[in-house]
């Protein structure tokens, strides 16, 4: 793409805060006169660290540290790019900042440093994707996944894949060109076989994007019982020695109604209902009312229930404003009071005062029945239980990869004198891949993609 027209770009690369080193990014076309304003007229080699002083309009220093020098085309965004790296300080960096703009810079938009890397080809789209979502990642699984598609796994899968639909397609396409062979051409080339082929590594793909969106995404669990019931008792048993990740949820100060834990290197989300009551606290409603907004998105309600007492009111009343079509387990806790057995009972029917079709019986305080319980939650969102090359996939993939499978699914349907047909679903099979890697990509679809990222990246 031609970058005459980009101009150059800065920000502030560290995340705010104190920190020992603080880093100004810079991108754009010929960047050396700008450099030696700041150095005072020393020239940085590429890729080498320059210690110098970063000078201000009156040659006075603002600050000192390492200028990093990538000359374009070799450089992250394939222009030239500098790094500034000073002190930590949010004012000194904004002074720096600020002196950048005065030399004709102007700040970065979230993700354009990505988007200049994607747009000068340096990484496919789902690679700067996964550069978000390694800056995201929310456990050690999605990290390494992340990583693994920057470095381009996952779109050397999809580029294979196309290759061979590309490969496909070809003899498909001979064959319209010279009806009179067509079908005996196919035949001996093999087409059926190599479509089946096709179909399999797709399957494949998808599998291992399904499994890797399950990772990404996790599930929401509801938490419902009567206060004393031990849901406290029970996220903390479930988060166990894998370590409560307790993260607050991005952008909101923490409420005590939500906490993820992570089962499996699953992000679980949970929502304690316990805690959805009325309030005047302007800012506890809105974290109230984005609890109960997910309530109605989560993927499963676990039912706390005393057997001895069974369900009482509140919980009653909290189970009736449940999704009706929400997944529920109902939680017999505290056996080891009643000297019972943990549990599982399957296919009940909606038949327990809870409306959940299975029951697990199970001790908080001793962990009795919980492995029961992880089984069932896993379960129920598809998880097989095996990280090895899953593709940390967004929606975005998963919905390109089912449209491929289905048009080759047509494409398998088609019958011997369909070869039009037979051509055409062949070709959206290919352009469904394709716009993983963004070689099909709409204008505003990169807007979306980019805006979500964080200034600086
Ligand atoms: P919550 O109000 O539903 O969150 O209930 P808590 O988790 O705070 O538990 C209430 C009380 O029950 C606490 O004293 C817990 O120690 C106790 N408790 C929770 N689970 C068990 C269990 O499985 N066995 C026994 N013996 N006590 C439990
Ligand atoms: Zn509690």
Known sequence: MNTTHSPTIAAIATASGRGGVGVIRLSGKDLLPFVQRITGG??????????????????????????????APASFTGEDVIELQGHGGQIVLQML??????????????????????????IDLAQAESVADL?????????????????????????QLVEDLITLRMLVEATLDFPEEDIDFLQSADAKGKLRALQNQL????????QGAILR???????????????????????????????????????????????????????????????????EKIGIERSEKAVQNA?????LIDPDNGVNETTREILFRLPENLKRIEIQNKIDLRNEQPER???????????????????????????????????????????????????????????AQFELNLAADCGHHQIELLAEHLRLAQMACSEITGEFTADDLLGVIFSRFCIGK
């Not at 040659?59 to 020098?69: A, F, H, R, S």
């Not at 990642?137 to 390494?144: D, E, I, N, V």
């Not at 993927?299 to 039912?303: G, M, S």
């Open 299 to 303: 993927d499963i309600a676990l039912i």
């Open 217 to 283: 995404e996790g599930m929401t669990v509801v938490l419902v019982g009567a206060p004393n019931v031990g849901k406290s008792s029970l996220l903390n048993a479930l988060a166990g020695d894998d370590v409560a990740i307790v993260t607050d949820i991005a952008g909101t100060t923490r409420d005590t109604v939500r906490e993820q834990i992570t089962l499996d290197g699953i992000p679980i989300h949970m929502i304690d209902t316990a805690g959805l009551r009325q309030t005047n606290d302007i800012v």
């Open 135 to 159: 800056i995201d990642a929310s456990s050690q699984q999605a990290a390494r996944m992340a990583i693994r598609s920057l470095k381009g796994e996952f779109s050397n899968q999809i580029h």
């Open 97 to 122: 900042l600020q002196r950048c703009l005065e030399l004709g810079a102007r700040i970065a938009e979230a993700g354009e440093f990505t988007k200049r890397a994607f747009l000068n080809n340096k």
């Open 42 to 71: 020393k020239i940085p080699k590429p890729r080498t660290a320059l210690y110098t002083d970063f000078l201000d309009a009156h040659g006075k220093t603002i600050d000192n540290g390492l200028l990093l020098y990538f000359a």
């Open 345 to 403: 009972v399957d296919n009940l029917s909606g038949s327990l005062k809870s409306g959940a079709d299975t029951l697990i019986k199970l001790s908080a305080k001793t962990g009795a029945g919980l492995d029961l319980l992880k089984q069932a939650l896993l379960a129920q969102i598809g998880w097989q239980g095996e990280s090895e090359g899953l593709f940390l996939a967004r929606t975005r993939h998963l919905n390109a990869l089912e449209t």
């Open 203 to 210: 399957a494949h793909i998808l599998t291992n994007a399904q």
